[in-house]
């Protein structure tokens, strides 16, 4: 399994930005995927979670009520929706990706995630 994270880039604080994760390979159909997100100088944090499915999501009380994870399963594609952003969201953020037979199974710990994709820079100005 292969994920191909885009999207990221430098974003104004209050303003939005949609990263986008591409999954490709075997199982894309049997994927249960997330977002984390890792600062400078910390440790990798969960951000928002979606089932195989996409029936299921969960995220973060850091973002909650300001992004929004969803997942198109047409496309393999799983996109986190970034809104009023906040100078404590500039981080990289990396999607994740793991097989399950579960459809309404997520996780919020990273070690549950088997595929990961190269991260994507998310930089907020004040």
């Known amino acids: 399994v292969q994920l191909q994270a885009s999207g990221g880039g430098l974003v104004q604080a209050g303003a939005s930005v949609r990263l986008s994760c591409k999954a490709s390979?075997?199982?894309?159909?049997?994927?249960?995927m997330a977002w984390f997100r890792q600062g400078l100088g910390q440790e990798r944090e969960f951000v928002a979670g979606?089932?195989?499915?996409?029936?299921?999501?969960h995220h973060a009380d850091s973002v909650k009520g300001r992004f929004t994870i969803s997942k198109d399963n047409a496309k393999n594609t799983v996109y986190l929706q970034m809104n009023s952003v906040k100078l404590e969201d500039m981080a990289v953020y990396y999607c994740?990706?793991?097989?399950?037979?579960?459809?309404?199974?997520?996780?919020?710990?990273?070690?549950?995630?088997?595929?990961w994709g190269q991260g994507t820079l998310v930089t907020v100005s004040s």
């Open positions: 994740a990706a793991r097989a399950t037979i579960l459809t309404a199974s997520l996780s919020t710990a990273p070690q549950d995630y088997a595929y």
């Open positions: 979606v089932s195989r499915g996409g029936g299921n999501t």
């Open positions: 390979g075997p199982m894309v159909s049997r994927l249960a």
